[in-house]
């Protein structure tokens, strides 16, 4: 059974910087593209890029760019996100999400809440 | 890049049936098939009900049905039953940036 596997929660204060990571499993990786969606309190979804699991090529969301990266492990079978300079917006729950096809994201992790807050 | 735009809410009664819109422009839900939906459950993550417009994934009820008409794209749940009370959100891919997108969702009501 396919699987995504993210840590549960963070906690990080004003200005600081989160990694949050995304164990995937029973399905081969370097396939796919991993892509990284967040989900604030009581709000909709927002996608914020993508890294191309197989060579690290990546493409960032307009309202993300410059202060997110996203990387992968091929050999640990693991992608990362990494936003910086964090405020209260950013509080929100992030998702990693396989797709299968443009715009077609069929597995999704868990979550992470990330909260933000001093 | 701008949400794609939906009903912020609809409801219907067990057995009826019910249609979500997702309205963008050409350069995403009118410009070409890769229009996807998701339902999305109080506290879950959510889940592909629809992609390709109007494709199922296995072990979805053929209950949902997709369709797309122009840059408007459309859910259909039909025989509402109460455990399709949830959240539900459009996706669309824009072909120029590779971007994605997600309308800012619908919340179904079944009275």
């Known amino acids: 059974q396919v699987q995504l596997v993210q840590p549960g929660a963070e906690v990080r204060e004003p200005g600081a910087s989160v990694k949050v990571s995304c164990k995937s499993s029973?399905?081969?990786?370097?396939?796919?593209?991993i892509h990284w969606v967040r989900q604030a309190p009581g709000q909709g979804l927002e996608w914020m890029g993508w890294v191309n699991a197989k060579n690290g090529d990546t493409n960032y969301a307009q309202n993300f760019r410059g202060r997110v990266t996203m990387t992968r492990d091929t050999s640990i079978n693991t992608a990362d996100m990494e936003l910086a300079r964090l405020t209260s917006d950013d509080t929100a729950v992030y998702y990693c999400v396989r797709s299968s096809g443009w715009s077609k994201f069929d597995y999704w992790g868990q979550g992470s809440l990330v909260t933000v807050s001093s | 890049q701008s949400a794609l735009t939906q009903p912020a809410s609809v409801s219907g009664s067990p057995g009826q049936s019910i249609t979500i819109s997702c309205t963008g422009t050409s350069s995403d839900v009118g410009g070409h098939n890769y229009v996807s939906w998701y339902q999305q459950h109080p506290g879950k993550a959510p889940k592909l009900i629809i992609y390709g417009v109007s494709n199922r994934p296995s072990g979805v009820s053929n209950r949902f049905s997709g369709s797309k008409s122009g840059n408007t794209a459309s859910l259909t749940i039909s025989g509402l039953q109460a455990e399709d009370e949830a959240d539900y959100y459009c996706s669309a891919y824009t072909i120029s940036s590779a971007f994605d997108v997600f309308g800012g969702g619908t919340k179904l009501t079944v009275l």
């Open positions: 029973e399905f081969t990786f370097t396939d796919y593209h």
